[in-house]
């Protein structure tokens, strides 16, 4: 058997290939991954779609086979209304389309690699389980990435469970109710939806991810021990014959370079610089999430009333109606004007090194994953606006167990609530905003002190595969 500190360079080079789910959240942790295993002596094999494909040039020590699909490179808008069962259809319609040249291809590879390299597994994203299948069938042992935290991946395991017990699909009245079987969840923080054919589509996603991490030879979750420890171990339990690796936090382990999707304005760092320190707050709520024209109304008054500095990342896209290829989504008549030299409004921001700016005292986030566990690992106290997915369990965690943010009421933005919430957050004298931030401080350092041990022993198991 093989020890930690193994590397793969030993009598032979191994190969690891990597698939990433072709979305900005999925393809950061996945470049990560890849950075660490290459930092460990493992060849590289990045198997990409067009549709977002990486930008080959960035990373010279790799190679990348792409797999060309006849699916739309287009992501939701408004001519399908419901954002959520888009994604997932297209997502779907990916894993389809992908099937037949990804088997093509990598049957190809494997040809070659049979005098060069040995190739050790296929690592890929669990919302691709008809390519870990393919791998599997073509004798290719596969290990399934994760891009959410622990709780969400036992929630979606008990999630048949949880709609057989009635929680689900969710109803209006039932929304604060906990779930008692998995607690700090309520009702309201489960994926659901009020159209029983984006609630099918949602269980029929949630079930194959729960799929290929169960029929792979492990699961590699972005979290650590620190942030999720029951979890992890109840997880442990519940997989079973599954190893887990918690690799997290990706981000600060990891060399990798930025694979950003959109363009970062580095500009707004130079701002930041002209700013007092943990004065400013920070928006964006990631690369997929949608808003209404009337919420993004109320957000621009809530952040112009609360009278602070902020750094607002308004995507292209963004607001739902708006035609996504225009520059930015306009903002309302006399924000400019109330705001002038208070902040500032870009496309796209570097965001670990936004959080990671010492002017930067609060973050107004969708709870994406990884927005959620850069904040963690900055120390920046989140307001929390979620919307979908695993976003609203991910807010729960912020706002009830770590303590270091607040959840805003789901539905509709409202002005008032987001400036009553901005003071609460961004007051550094007074509570809660105090408390909070001492919290996610503390919250910091335990994630700076996570060690590569976890990566070891993931090596360890990918060199006795
Ligand atoms: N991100 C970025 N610039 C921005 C907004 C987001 O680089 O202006 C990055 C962010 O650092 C994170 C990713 O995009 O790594 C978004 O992932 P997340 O899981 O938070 O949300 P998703 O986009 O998948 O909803």
Redesign the pocket.
Same mark, same amino acid.
């Given at each position: 058997g093989s020890s930690a500190g193994d590397t793969a360079t030993g009598d032979r080079r191994r190969r690891v290939l990597l698939f990433p789910l072709p979305?900005?959240?999925h393809i950061?942790p996945m470049f990560q991954l890849a950075g660490l295993l290459h930092s460990r002596g493992f060849a590289v094999t990045v198997f990409h779609t067009h549709f977002n494909a990486p930008d080959a040039s960035l990373h010279p020590a790799y190679d990348f086979v792409p797999v060309p699909v006849p699916v739309p490179n287009c992501m939701p808008d408004e001519a399908n209304p419901d954002a959520v069962q888009a994604t997932l259809d297209h997502i779907l319609a990916m894993n389809r389309a992908c099937e037949a040249p990804f088997r093509e291809r990598l049957a190809a590879l494997l040809e070659q690699q049979r005098t060069r390299d040995g190739v050790a597994c296929l690592i890929a994203d669990t919302q691709l389980l008809s390519l870990l299948d393919v791998a599997r069938e073509l004798g290719v042992p596969t290990l399934a990435l994760r891009t959410g935290s622990a709780a969400c991946f036992r929630m979606f395991a008990a999630f048949p469970a949880l709609c057989d017990k009635g929680y689900l699909p969710a109803q209006e009245s039932q929304l604060d109710a906990p779930v008692g079987e998995l607690p700090p969840y309520r009702v309201r923080d489960l994926p659901s939806s009020s159209s029983s054919a984006c609630f099918a589509v949602i269980s029929e996603a949630i079930s194959r991810i729960v799929t290929a991490a169960a029929t792979s030879s492990g699961l590699i979750l972005n979290t650590f021990d620190a942030l999720e420890p029951a979890e992890l171990a109840l997880l442990r339990q519940e997989l079973a014959t599954v190893p887990v690796f918690d690799i997290g936090p990706l981000h600060k382990l990891s060399p990798a370079a930025s694979n950003?999707v959109l363009q #970062?304005d580095r500009g707004c760092l130079d701002w930041l610089d002209t700013q007092a320190p943990a004065s400013v707050l920070y928006i $964006?709520f990631?690369?997929?999430?949608s808003m209404s024209a009337t919420d993004l109304v109320e957000t621009a008054w809530g952040i112009a009333n609360s009278g602070r500095p902020f750094l607002w990342?308004l995507r292209p896209g963004l607001v739902r109606g708006a035609p996504p290829e225009s520059r930015q989504p306009p903002l309302p008549d006399g924000f400019h004007a109330a705001t002038r030299g208070r902040g500032t409004v870009v496309r796209?921001?570097? #965001?670990?090194e936004v959080l990671a700016h010492p002017a930067v005292g609060g973050f107004w986030t969708?709870c994406?994953?990884? $927005?959620t566990l850069?904040a963690v690992c900055a120390g920046v106290p989140m307001m929390c606006r979620p919307s979908f997915g695993d976003q609203m369990g991910n807010a729960r965690y912020v706002d009830h167990v770590w303590r270091i943010g607040l959840a805003l009421d789901g539905g509709e933005v409202e002005r008032g609530e987001v400036e009553a919430a901005v003071a609460a957050l961004m007051d550094g004298g007074g509570e809660p905003g105090a408390g909070m931030r001492r919290r996610a401080l503390e919250l910091k350092s335990r994630a700076a002190e996570t060690s590569c041990l976890n990566v070891d022993k993931l090596v360890s198991h990918i060199l006795a595969l």
């Open positions: 979305y900005q959240g950061n950003s #970062q $964006s990631g690369s997929i999430a990342v796209w921001a570097p #965001q670990e969708h994406g994953w990884n $927005s850069e």
